[in-house]
């Protein structure tokens, strides 16, 4: 539902979407029972990373913070176990392995 996500039909994400066949589905605003995934990760992204990273290290740039952050983002995915009931304990590339394979 964010700005950068929304706009008319020549926006360029729009776009992107139409080219690729997907559809544009938005959640209820302030309605985290509908997005409970992305308002979890959104969680643990503060939770591990943000406040941690922004305690220990003062950023000169915002290319900086984001190196830091897409490692953490491999970490998250490749190394980090996940214990809700859908993943079962599996890293997320473990289950998109499953359905891959």
């Known amino acids: 539902n964010g ?22 589905r938005r959640t209820k605003v302030k309605t985290p029972k509908t997005n409970g995934f992305v308002e979890r990760f959104n969680g643990t992204v503060l939770d591990e990373f943000f ?23 491999v970490h998250y995915n490749t190394e980090r176990p996940h214990l809700g009931y859908r993943n079962q304990g599996r890293r ?3 289950t998109i392995n499953l359905f891959v394979s």
Not at 7 to 19: A, I, K, S
Request: proline share 4%; net charge negative.
């Open 51 to 73: 406040r941690i990273k922004m305690r220990e290290t003062f950023y000169e740039s915002v290319e900086a913070l984001q190196a830091d952050l897409d490692k953490w983002l």
């Open 92 to 94: 997320p590339i473990e």
């Open 3 to 24: 700005r950068e996500f929304c706009g008319t039909e020549t926006h360029p994400y729009e776009l992107y979407l139409d080219l690729n066949g997907i559809d544009h």
